[in-house]
């Protein structure tokens, strides 16, 4: 899947105009008289801390600060980096919510909490409060990727041994794991609810259905599906008669999928790879399906990943990309902290008319595209009540440490969807023959 940008904690990095210093306090400051001058109005979420102060409405969700490395790690980091580690780490909890989604707390947070820029004075009799040890920076949980700046120092991004390392850090987690959190289809992308009580299993086979009914696939056709994770696409057309070839860079998807396949007996038209999508040599294809894997190619290989998938289609053949967007064109790529370090490294988002505009350059006649985000929040929400479900096996699987990434991750990505601080885009491509044709009927011919 994938979502990159965490609006979630928006209001605590966007700070407002400067306002009028608070009268300065002198001698040691409790955690709640920081949190008093970092914030603007009464405290909207319950607020407690090792040292035995507390703000905030007593029924509230919120945050208990443990311990005085909590406080070091939000200060030394302010906004969603901070709060990720101090969270991840244990050294903080959020509280009247499960770990496995602390959504009501994000959501809280990001209607209700206001921060206020410190005055100068203000940050001296801080600094002066707190003391320099606890100012000194500790090191991040084990589950933190190196910095952005130091991986781009390390050398350039999206090299194939780049990407491999970087889906592996997401993807081979652990199988077990995706298999509580995902549920039977073991589909990490946006479902489609054909109703608002769909369940997550209806929903990813009516996904897989659209996006077979949008390429047009008949039995004996050809499909390539590039970043095929565990493989249900490549099984859902499999069973209905089309030889399918599905890549990933995953070991541990391509050994999930490939032993799925054999169950199912679908091996005389089904096969997984363990392998860039570069390397396959095969073309020809009827169709190519790329679901969730955009995301993942870095922007300015755009012109380079659509002009290879479309060398691996016939003339007529059709393309359907399926990836998170922004809403703007013209915004920075990279993702925000606790998703790059935490989530998807390297990961990279732009607005679905770069997308377009990249499938267009690269000689594909767009012929759809569809803004599904309001789903994809939906998919997030009962994949978190799947890791809730299964929490304390979850747990002894990965670790607490790593559980709660994820159910901070894909809470502070439902809000952002529903927000529409990121999109679902689906865009349906036809590489046309030489004389300009797209074999298409006059109107779209799939339901859904």
């Not at 549920?183 to 609810?193: E, I």
């Not at 606790?338 to 008319?353: A, C, K, M, N, Q």
């Not at 023959?433 to 797209?438: A, V």
Request: a neutral charge; glycine letters at 10%.
């Amino acid at each position: 899947m994938t979502t990159f940008r965490s609006t979630t904690f928006r209001s605590s990095i966007t700070s407002p105009d400067l306002q009028a210093p608070r009268p300065a306090r002198h001698g040691p400051l409790t955690v709640a008289q920081i949190a008093s001058t970092v914030t603007e109005g009464p405290l909207p979420i319950r607020l407690t801390a090792f040292d035995g102060s507390e703000a905030g409405p007593p029924d509230a969700p919120g945050l208990h600060l443990r311990n005085r490395r909590a406080l070091t790690y939000l200060l030394t980091a302010p906004g969603d980096l901070g709060l990720a580690r101090a969270y991840v780490a244990g050294d903080m909890d959020m509280t009247g919510v499960h770990s496995a989604d602390p959504y009501p707390l994000l959501r809280l947070m990001d209607d209700e909490l206001q921060l206020r820029r410190p005055s100068p004075a203000e940050v001296v009799d801080l600094v002066r409060g707190v003391g320099l040890r606890t100012l000194r920076p500790v090191a991040p949980p084990p589950q933190e990727a190196t910095p952005h700046w130091l991986r781009v120092a390390q050398g350039l991004r999206h090299t194939r041994r780049r990407d491999a390392s970087a889906i592996g850090k997401h993807y081979d987690v652990s199988n077990k794991f995706y298999e509580s959190v995902l549920g039977p289809s073991m589909t990490y992308t946006c479902a489609l609810y054909p109703t608002v009580d769909a369940t997550l299993e209806q929903a990813q086979e009516a996904k897989h259905a659209l996006v077979f009914d949008k390429l047009g696939l008949q039995p004996g056709d050809r499909l390539l599906d590039v970043g095929c994770g565990w493989g249900a696409m490549v099984r859902h057309a499999a069973r209905r008669g089309v030889r399918v070839i599905g890549v990933t860079l995953s070991r541990q998807q391509a050994e999930w999928g490939r032993r799925a396949i054999r169950e199912e007996g679908l091996g005389d038209l089904a096969e997984i790879r363990h392998l860039d999508y570069r390397d396959v040599p095969e073309t020809g294809f009827d169709a190519v399906s790329s679901i969730g894997l955009t995301e993942h190619i870095g922007v300015r290989h755009y012109p380079d990943y659509f002009g290879r998938l479309s060398g691996k289609l016939r003339p007529g053949g059709r393309l359907l990309n399926h990836c998170i967007t922004r809403p703007q064109n013209n915004t920075p790529v990279r993702p925000e902290p606790f998703i790059d370090r935490y989530v998807f490294p390297d990961g990279e988002l732009t607005g679905s008319g770069r997308v377009i505009a990249a499938m267009q350059d690269a000689g594909f006649d767009v012929r759809h595209a569809e803004n599904i985000r309001e789903h994809y929040a939906m998919t997030l929400r009962d994949w978190c009540a799947n890791l809730q479900r299964d929490w304390d096996t979850c747990v002894a699987d990965v670790g607490e440490g790593t559980a709660r990434v994820w159910g901070l991750y894909m809470a502070a990505c439902r809000l952002g969807f529903e927000r529409n601080n990121i999109q679902l885009f689906q865009v349906l491509g036809v590489k046309p023959g030489d004389k300009g044709d797209s074999t298409v009927p006059l109107r779209p011919w799939w339901t859904g």
